[in-house]
């Protein structure tokens, strides 16, 4: 079965550009949770989604960050205007009453 | 900040020893789980323990809670070079039944070393 996919897996670009990360959750799975991992503050929750609805978004660090899920097979994370503090590995998971299913991460470098 | 801490920070070890890693919260739970990260991949789920509960096993995994002190220790048995990892404990808020409807709150690991 395909576990859930993320891409990119990487993505370097400049601070000020707008950067949007991808997730397809499992087929099945009705939340989804967005995540961020740095070395000084570990894996952080940033926001997550039952049935498509937005439940918790107060791990959101700021305006700049958004999140979408327009359906039920996916979801996006948006940064704009991104900043160098804003590098980090990003993942994405989903469940379905059983516990959480991790992409393989982003890894975003903002210089 | 971060319900768990797990101690140590680091750990190496021979192949064939057993590795013990502890992990301590902060609030109330309804469970605990572990996940595993290998390097440059997602987490991936390895057990999780109820409140109510106080010792589980799956294959060389061994998990035990204490609620009274809010701890959790995590045992691999036999270890193995493919063990080597980072180890996450991860709570959810309270009334959270591991229905996967709640986001989790990790600490910040233990990365264990298997040594050949």
């Known amino acids: 079965d395909a576990g859930v996919i993320q891409s990119p897996r990487h993505e370097v670009t400049e601070m000020g550009q707008e950067v949007t990360l991808r997730c397809k959750p499992i087929s099945g799975h009705n939340s989804l949770f967005w995540y961020r991992q740095t070395m000084m503050r570990g894996l952080e929750l940033l926001i997550y989604f039952n049935n498509n609805v937005p439940i918790d978004d107060s791990g959101m660090p700021e305006d700049r960050f958004s999140a979408k ?28 009453n059983q516990p959480q299913h991790f992409g393989d991460g982003t890894r975003l470098s903002i210089l | 900040s971060q319900q768990g801490e797990e101690d140590p920070q680091a750990l190496s070890i021979q192949e064939g020893e057993n590795a013990t890693m502890n992990c301590s919260y902060k ?24 409140s109510n509960e106080r010792e589980k096993h799956s294959g060389r995994l061994r998990v035990t809670l204490d609620t009274s002190k809010k701890s ?16 996450f404990c991860a709570t959810g808020p309270p009334g959270y039944s591991g229905g996967g409807a709640d986001g989790l709150t990790f600490g910040k690991g233990t990365h264990l070393i298997i040594q050949p």
């Open chain 2, 72 to 87: 959790s220790s995590l045992l691999i048995t036999a270890s193995r070079a493919a063990d080597t990892a980072s180890y």
């Open chain 1, 69 to 96: 899920m327009p359906n039920a097979s996916f979801s996006t994370l948006k940064i704009q205007p991104s900043e160098p503090r804003d590098s980090a590995v990003y993942f994405c998971a989903s469940s379905q």
């Open chain 2, 27 to 50: 609030t109330s739970i309804n469970n605990l789980q572990w996940y595993r990260q290998n390097s440059g991949r997602g987490l991936v789920h390895l057990i999780l323990i109820r």
